[in-house]
């Protein structure tokens, strides 16, 4: 009786060791394909959470909002960031405000600049979006950033 009787070799599995590791580097690769998609979401995870309720802004926030505003220091096409108050201040024309939430809706990154064109940009993904609609321009993300116009009456800020 042979010793070896009990070890599959490739003989007796029709499998060759070169087929094997061909298979196993496949199931890996396929492994951490799945791993990266699911770690940039999509689907029931494009919305995240810690947005500003642009509804129900605090005092401080709208106070915020309103100095700003009459500072003139914004551009129009430009951009100021509150990160105190998970926001970002846009002018897309002369006599026009909007206030939009600082949180990307794909992963929850906090929006901290405004590139060349005016896109408002995630960090973490790279995600862009139009600072007077808020409607994303580049993805990963696929949702709008909630935006809200701003109303100054007598150096007071108000959300509609």
């Given at each position: 009786?042979?010793?070896?009787?009990?070890?599959?070799?490739?003989?007796?599995?029709?499998?060759?060791?070169?087929?094997?590791?061909?298979?196993?580097?496949a199931?890996?690769?396929?492994?951490?394909?799945?791993?990266?998609?699911?770690?940039?979401?999509?689907?029931?995870?494009?919305?995240?959470?810690?947005?500003?309720?642009?509804?129900?802004?605090?005092?401080?926030?709208?106070?915020?909002?309103?100095?700003?505003?009459?500072?003139?220091?914004?551009?129009?096409?430009?951009?100021?960031?509150l990160?105190?108050?998970?926001?970002?201040?846009?002018?897309?024309?002369?006599?026009?405000?909007?206030?939009?939430?600082n949180?990307?809706?794909?992963?929850?990154?906090?929006?901290?600049?405004?590139?060349?064109?005016?896109?408002?940009?995630?960090?973490?993904?790279?995600?862009?979006?139009?600072?007077?609609?808020?409607?994303?321009?580049?993805?990963?993300?696929?949702?709008?950033?909630p935006v809200?116009?701003?109303?100054i009456?007598?150096?007071?800020?108000?959300?509609?």
């Amino acid at each position: 009786m042979d010793p070896t009787d009990h070890l599959d070799t490739p003989a007796r599995t029709g499998l060759g060791r070169r087929a094997f590791l061909r298979g196993a580097g496949a199931a890996l690769t396929a492994g951490v394909s799945i791993t990266v998609i699911t770690a940039c979401g999509g689907g029931k995870n494009d919305e995240a959470t810690g947005a500003a309720d642009l509804d129900a802004l605090p005092e401080q926030a709208q106070a915020t909002i309103g100095q700003t505003v009459q500072s003139g220091k914004i551009p129009v096409g430009g951009a100021t960031f509150l990160p105190e108050s998970g926001l970002i201040l846009t002018r897309p024309a002369q006599q026009e405000y909007r206030v939009l939430s600082n949180v990307c809706p794909h992963a929850g990154g906090k929006i901290d600049r405004q590139d060349e064109r005016g896109r408002l940009v995630c960090p973490l993904h790279g995600s862009q979006f139009d600072p007077a609609t808020g409607k994303a321009l580049v993805g990963p993300a696929s949702q709008p950033l909630p935006v809200r116009p701003v109303a100054i009456h007598h150096g007071t800020a108000s959300i509609g």
